[in-house]
């Protein structure tokens, strides 16, 4: 694990319920993708289409961000940090973010409450693309400094 100031453990327990959070998270989407039918059906009488074009790309999207997310702690819990593997991982994961902000923004048209979740998913987006930056530039300086002797 990694040492901060003698915190070794601390981090280790942090970065497993970081999992754990995030296993509960996907089993929820996937329950959810397998549940939001019937629900609309039941509350509106109807499917919802509309509605169930913009959740379902969206929550493949966020599996696929979720399964970034898992990949990223393997490689801290490795105490590989500052490489191109992920910084391509922050990649993704914000793209999944800003794309998820574009259906969203799209479906708002039809349902209101999408425009609060476009402008979350694109805060969120942004937020992670301004940490992969910064990542990339740890990169670079970190193989800037293997060249030196």
């Excluded at 914000?94 to 694109?122: D, E, K, P, Q, Y």
Aim: hydrophobic content about 55%.
């Amino acid at each position: 694990a990694i040492n901060y100031g003698g915190r070794k453990m601390h981090t280790k327990r942090s970065i497993i319920i970081s999992y754990i959070a995030c296993a509960a998270v996907g089993l929820c989407l996937i329950g959810a993708m397998f549940v939001v039918p019937g629900v609309l059906i039941k509350y509106y009488n109807s499917p919802r289409n509309d509605i169930l074009i913009c959740f379902y790309p969206s929550a493949v999207l966020g599996l696929t961000a979720l399964a970034s997310l898992i990949i990223l702690l393997k490689n801290i819990m490795e105490n590989e940090m500052f490489c191109r593997e992920n910084v391509r991982l922050l990649w993704i994961i914000s793209n999944c973010c800003f794309i998820v902000a574009v259906i969203t923004f799209i479906g708002g048209f039809f349902w209101f409450s999408f425009f609060v979740l476009s402008a979350a998913a694109g805060f969120m987006g942004l937020i992670i693309r301004v940490v992969k930056n910064v990542m990339q530039k740890g990169v670079e300086l970190r193989e800037e400094n293997d060249l030196t002797v």
